[in-house]
């Protein structure tokens, strides 16, 4: 699971921000701390163009060097990629995880979403992968069962981590190509995608423009409409095949009552259409490592964010990071002081480090959080 995640001169972010996942001594809604003591579900707070989506994009990096996964995401990582004050400088991103309590810690250097110009990989102390490209083309590894593979790369595209895993078999029995692998494997599986912009997304699944068509292929309409009963909304779907022999879907009122779907389906049923459509792709076996919404509240009623939130806590082996500007959600009926986080002034803090106030279990969060407890960093 990632443990902690740093970045500098991206973006918004002109110092280094980092976002540490390690959980507090608190003996309450425990379901979300896994069993190496790290936060499985975290709520990321912040005032507008504060830096939530841009942590999110930065955090996402690592898809775009280490994998050819897919992605359909409106907002051009690719533009404005260095802090606009540091233009000259490389952005830096370190990220640390933690596998059966080996410790991976993976470190590199851009000038672009595409130019790596610097990496490093650790495993429990020991640099395994180093690549300088600033000082030649060579890169050094040290794992014993590889022996051959030319380490020489003039492709300034071209990630030395993600070349060596490409073009060698590596031996799960020794520790280190284990956690290499498990590394590699999270990383395959992280997916990112956002609820105020449609269809957008960075990932192991392929998303689609098409979302209730996929739901009908699927035979996913029961499953939706339990979905849209368990959260208090007054909607059926029902399917009509059409004279060409295609399905179409519509809104069911009874008594021969249809209106189309096209066209008639609010703001809100279509972020919680998109909600539904990747919940069901992420469960099961091929279920992602690390699942990232944006602003995944947009759109919703509290009391539906709240019933999101219980859905989002239900999925098992999923480490999950969701953004928002709703402090109603801070209660510790929901989660717990470390697993929520403040981000502003190139900071993001958990509750608990965002204070020097003793957290108990019966405060009102809310209210601390609203009276300004935990330094906001409001504008």
Request: aromatic share 14%; with cysteine.
């Amino acid at each position: 699971m990632l443990e902690s995640f740093s970045v500098s001169n991206y973006k918004n972010f002109k110092q280094k921000i980092t976002l540490d996942l390690k959980a507090a001594n608190y003996n309450f809604n425990n379901e979300i701390v896994s069993e190496n003591k790290l936060i499985k579900f975290a709520m990321i707070y912040g005032y507008n163009a504060c830096g939530k989506s841009n942590l999110m994009l930065a955090l996402f990096d690592i898809v775009y060097s280490l994998t050819d996964l897919n992605h359909n995401e409106r907002s051009n990582n690719n533009q404005n990629y260095q802090n606009v004050y540091n233009k000259d400088k490389l952005v830096e991103f370190e990220y640390k995880f933690n596998f059966d309590n080996n410790i991976l810690i993976y470190k590199y250097k851009k000038k672009s979403i595409e130019e790596i110009f610097f990496e490093e990989l650790i495993i429990n102390d020991k640099t395994y992968i180093y690549f300088d490209k600033s000082k030649n083309s060579s890169f050094k590894q040290n794992f014993n069962e590889i022996k051959t593979l030319k380490p020489d790369l003039q492709n300034i595209k071209l990630s030395a981590v993600k070349y060596l895993y490409s073009n060698s078999k590596l031996d799960k029995k020794n520790r280190p190509s284990k956690t290499f692998c498990d590394f590699m494997n999270f990383v395959q599986r992280m997916l990112l995608f956002w609820s105020l912009q449609d269809r957008s997304y960075i990932g192991y699944k392929t998303g689609t423009s098409k979302i209730i068509d996929e739901i009908i292929n699927n035979n996913w309409i029961d499953e939706y409409n339990d979905f849209l009963i368990e959260n208090n909304i007054d909607r059926k779907i029902a399917i009509k095949k059409l004279p060409d022999g295609s399905n179409v879907a519509y809104y069911d009122f009874g008594d021969n009552n249809y209106l189309p779907i096209a066209g008639n389906m609010s703001n809100g049923e279509s972020a919680l259409l998109l909600f539904f459509y990747w919940w069901e792709l992420c469960k099961g076996d091929e279920h992602p490592s690390l699942l990232c919404i944006d602003e995944f509240d947009a759109f919703y009623h509290i009391k539906l964010s709240k019933n999101i939130v219980n859905n989002l806590k239900k999925m098992k082996n999923i480490q999950i990071l969701i953004t928002s500007h709703n402090p109603n959600l801070i209660s510790n009926e929901i989660s717990r002081p470390d697993a929520y986080y403040i981000i502003g002034n190139n900071e993001i803090n958990s509750l608990n480090n965002s204070t020097d106030k003793e957290i108990r279990q019966a405060q009102n969060l809310e209210r601390m959080f609203k009276s300004g407890t935990f330094n906001n960093f409001e504008k």
